[in-house]
């Protein structure tokens, strides 16, 4: 079993719906839990970041986690054609001096149709 | 803020040569630099993991005679293949955490390698 699991879509939706990308975990010592947006030949750019269980929302988007069921999610709102990207989820343990590792999601392909 | 570069973005090489791909942290300081591998269509698989001024630390795996990795000062990580194999063609993306906030992570815009 994968310790973050994702499901990879792909997911199309049509312009102007809420998507709602989820991941599930199984180490119980992660904390910090992250969304990376990756266009197709980039590298991932981080859409948010929370570190306790919760929403946090940023303009169109909102993170959500959930520790005691393991499981995240990103929201978003109103959703555009400008959004159609691969979703990474990624998530990290206890905090080092030297850095954490990220495990990573598969990725969920979205595609945001007119 | 948290800009890092890659260079080279593209590099075409031929079997049994050596590729050099250059990260560097734009706007900061970064104690702690990533290497990444990613096929297409899968998620990103840790290389190792490179700390400023000390040896880089290698996931299982991953050969580290193979896959040299330096990390000269707190701006700038290189990772070189060394007789690359068409085997090795990929998508190599580092990432810079910050100094004093090594909670996440900032990524570069990566380095498509293809070896003929």
């Known amino acids: 079993q994968k310790e973050v699991e994702q499901d990879p879509g792909p997911l199309s939706v049509p312009e102007g719906a809420i998507v709602s990308l989820n991941c599930t975990y199984s180490n119980s010592a992660f904390q910090y839990f992250m969304w990376y947006r990756q266009y197709s030949r980039k590298g991932p750019e981080l859409l948010m970041y929370t570190y306790s269980s919760g929403n946090k929302e940023d303009g169109r988007f909102t993170a959500q986690v959930d520790k005691s069921s393991k499981y995240i999610s990103l929201f978003i709102r109103d959703s555009q054609p400008s959004d159609s990207a691969t979703y990474l989820c990624?998530?990290?343990?206890?905090?080092?001096?030297?850095?954490?590792?990220?495990?990573f999601g598969t990725g969920t392909q979205l595609k945001v149709e007119l | 803020g948290a800009v890092v570069s890659q260079h080279p973005s593209r590099v075409i090489c031929k079997s049994g040569t050596s590729v050099k791909i250059e990260c560097r942290s734009l706007?900061?300081?970064?104690?702690?630099m990533f290497w990444y591998r990613q096929f297409p269509k899968q998620s990103l698989m840790l290389m190792a993991t490179?700390?400023?001024?000390?040896?880089?630390?290698?996931e299982q795996g991953v050969e580290k005679d193979k896959f040299l990795i330096n990390h000269a000062s707190l701006t700038l990580s290189t990772l070189t293949v060394t007789s690359a194999h068409p085997e090795d063609s990929s998508f190599y993306i580092c990432?810079?955490?910050?100094?004093?906030?090594?909670?996440?992570?900032?990524f570069g815009p990566g380095t498509r390698l293809t070896v003929l």
């Open positions: 490179s700390n400023e001024g000390s040896k880089a630390t290698y």
């Open positions: 990432s810079a955490g910050l100094a004093g906030r090594m909670d996440t992570q900032y």
């Open positions: 990624a998530m990290s343990a206890k905090l080092t001096g030297g850095g954490n590792k990220l495990t």
């Open positions: 706007d900061f300081q970064a104690t702690t």
